[in-house]
């Protein structure tokens, strides 16, 4: 049952990396075919199968032999993975069809923040559009909690970046917006939370092991869109276990 939304996830994971690594080059993600960035030999399709093609080359170019990078096969496996949960959690719903394009984005937003320190606005400003879209069409969120979210959790970045001058980009004040657009205000504070104290995690402990200095800035992106994704996914169940035991 889980093998045709994993499958599904491995082939949009596939595109995703042709966007990750065209789109912050502005190069179109459409043509031409993908090719080696070590010696520019075009990939054959045989070549070029989710995971399996990672596997049988040994991560390597079958033409130069140049090393693959681990990212292809990892955003192959996650967007495979965050799919099949997506199912799990939604079943063959239109809202499993909303949670994979929005899950979708947040892996090709991740890698794009991690690679290039950006948040490109072609996917999160269509991203805020069509989540209000998603939510009209669906009703899983109100879209007055949408809109709403848009305007909470856009402007809780706008309030940091103005009292910070600089500390936080206009691009993760673009993507919390989307984050609301997509969960409403309820669960998009809840997936904001969630980033702050995944990013706060893995900052200190880069401070302590002192792999990172004091000033040295980690990139936010991955970190809401972890937030975003687990609440995407489990936001009621979350939300409903801390009602229960902090009750407003
Ligand atoms: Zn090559």
């Not at 993600?29 to 080696?36: A, E, K």
């Not at 995690?201 to 004091?214: F, P």
């Amino acid at each position: 049952m889980f093998a045709v939304p994993l499958i599904f996830g491995l082939v949009i994971g596939s595109f995703l990396n042709v966007v990750i690594a065209r789109l912050p080059e502005g190069r179109s993600i459409w043509r031409p075919r993908s090719s080696c960035p070590g010696c520019g030999t075009q990939i054959a399709w045989y070549d070029n199968i989710p995971l399996l093609s990672f596997m049988i080359l040994r991560g390597r170019c079958r033409a130069c032999s140049k090393p693959i990078g681990l990212r292809y096969p990892l955003v192959e496996a996650a967007t495979g993975a965050l799919f099949a949960l997506a199912f799990l959690v939604f079943g063959p719903t239109p809202n499993f069809l909303v949670a994979a394009a929005f899950l979708a984005a947040l892996v090709a937003i991740t890698g794009i923040d991690l690679a290039h320190q950006i948040i490109p606005d072609v996917i999160t400003l269509p991203g805020i559009l069509a989540g209000v879209v998603a939510n009209l069409a669906t009703s899983r969120v109100s879209w007055l909690e949408s809109v709403v979210g848009i305007v909470v959790c856009g402007g809780i970045f706008l309030v940091i970046i103005l009292a910070s001058r600089g500390g936080m980009g206009g691009g993760d004040m673009k993507f919390g917006a989307m984050l609301g657009a997509f969960l409403g205000w309820k669960l998009g504070l809840l997936a904001l939370m969630l980033g702050v104290l995944a990013g706060g995690a893995v900052a200190l402990g880069l401070l302590i092991l002192g792999r990172k200095g004091r000033k040295e800035a980690i990139p936010f992106g991955p970190f809401l869109a972890l937030g975003g994704a687990t609440t995407m996914l489990w936001g009621e169940m979350i939300l409903s276990w801390y009602l229960e035991r902090f009750p407003l």
